[in-house]
């Protein structure tokens, strides 16, 4: 039985180029809440009702990797 990109029906190309949008997007996601983090945990230390603002700035970059996803699928065909 075949697995992987031969037995969803996509080509190589197609397949690389899916794993490379999810990997670079995933990778700049990382170093972007890394930095936010960061900046975000001593921000706490100074005031803690910046929590609601310091949360949000966090989890934008998420949707770096759910472009990324869709670019993926896109690419290969699933949309």
Same mark, same amino acid.
């Given at each position: 039985?075949?697995? /992987? @990109? =031969?037995?969803? +029906?996509?080509? $190589?190309?197609?397949?690389?180029?899916? *794993?490379?949008?999810?990997?670079? &997007?995933?990778?700049?996601?990382?170093?972007?809440?890394?930095?936010? /983090? @960061? =900046?975000?945990? +001593?921000?706490? $230390?100074?005031?803690?009702?910046?929590? *609601?603002?310091?949360?949000?700035? &966090?989890?934008?970059?998420?949707?770096?990797?759910?472009?990324?996803?869709?670019? =993926?699928?896109?690419?290969?065909?699933?949309?």
């Amino acid at each position: 039985m075949a697995t /992987g @990109a =031969a037995s969803a +029906g996509i080509g $190589a190309f197609p397949a690389i180029g899916a *794993g490379l949008a999810i990997a670079i &997007t995933a990778l700049a996601t990382a170093w972007a809440q890394a930095k936010i /983090g @960061a =900046a975000g945990v +001593g921000a706490l $230390a100074e005031d803690d009702s910046l929590f *609601g603002n310091v949360l949000i700035l &966090t989890v934008i970059p998420e949707t770096m990797v759910i472009f990324g996803l869709v670019v =993926a699928l896109v690419v290969t065909g699933f949309i």
